[in-house]
């Protein structure tokens, strides 16, 4: 019996574990046997894993010192060694330690967590904004700065996948964003709570109806990040992916100028040029056609 409960358990954990060690992706699709963080891709995150390293270290030191405190104390203090107990009933010195040391430990886990949480919070000279809209069961996105009117966002069916995409995460209009930049993300939502959640630029931002949430990000490489909403949000809320293409300021700007058309109704902002100049570029690039 307890051999073949021992097998059982053994295969259940072969199954597991692939699914534990193969969700941690940056750049392109998961693989298998991934541990730990996915690669950081923002300023943000690897702040959060430099964060993560330390609390590592103080959490094992920790560990390691009440573990040794226990057992030296288990033996210290057994029956054979100590037949007659102490009725010692306060030591000052002891109580000044223990009261001591978890404050001096706090404070030095506060001041990071602080920090951190005020550099992800919000940025005060963004570049340019990307607003985020969650709806059941799937994302819109709209560029104000660049006026790129809300576009749809939907998971790529099983059916329709092409050799290049992920299944899951790959969909049909993806968010494109430049790398170098500044980028003021707002949340928000039409029916239900979503969230906006990219692990590898180290955000996860709610998207709640009737309100509107902030927070950035600045890419530091080009490269296809994937992410997925985080709030239960119904029924297909496992169907709703974020693809984010980052790209170059300039090749961003040639996608803002394909996107607009050639005669929007206000001007786009764009990253590298004006308007007119790119006006410019698309007359003498068809003349050159």
């Not at 298998?32 to 609390?55: C, D, R, T, V, Y």
């Not at 001041?111 to 570049?127: A, C, H, I, K, Q």
């Not at 949340?187 to 692990?199: F, L, R, Y």
Request: one cysteine or more.
């Amino acid at each position: 019996m307890r051999s073949g409960r021992l097998r059982e358990l053994l295969a259940g954990a072969s199954v597991l574990l692939p699914l534990g060690t193969g969700t941690a992706f940056a750049d392109g699709p998961p693989h298998n046997w991934q541990l730990g963080f996915q690669e950081a891709a923002s300023p943000i995150k690897e702040q959060m894993e430099s964060f993560h390293n330390l609390l590592l270290i103080i959490i094992v030191a920790l560990t390691v010192f009440v573990l040794g405190l226990l057992v030296y104390v288990m033996w210290r203090f057994s029956a054979d060694r100590n037949p007659v107990p102490s009725k010692t009933a306060h030591n000052t010195i002891i109580e000044v330690v223990w009261t001591v040391a978890p404050v001096l430990i706090l404070l030095v886990i506060v001041v990071p967590s602080f920090r951190l949480l005020y550099y992800g919070d919000r940025t005060p000279n963004p570049e340019m904004t990307l607003i985020a809209h969650g709806y059941q069961w799937y994302w819109g996105y709209e560029y104000p700065d660049q006026k790129v009117a809300e576009y749809t966002s939907y998971l790529v069916k099983d059916e329709d996948l092409k050799p290049d995409q992920v299944r899951m995460l790959s969909v049909d209009n993806p968010v494109v964003l430049p790398v170098d930049t500044d980028i003021q993300i707002l949340t928000t939502a039409g029916d239900v709570i979503h969230s906006w959640a990219v692990p590898a630029f180290g955000l996860k931002k709610d998207a709640i109806p009737g309100r509107t949430n902030e927070t950035w990000v600045r890419i530091d490489k080009p490269g296809v990040y994937y992410g997925q909403c985080s709030q239960l949000c119904g029924t297909d809320h496992a169907y709703m992916p974020i693809e984010v293409h980052a790209v170059s300021r300039a090749d961003f700007d040639k996608w803002v100028v394909e996107k607009v058309g050639p005669n929007p109704a206000e001007k786009p902002k764009l990253l590298t040029m004006t308007w007119d100049e790119a006006q410019a570029r698309t007359k003498l690039a068809q003349a050159g056609q």
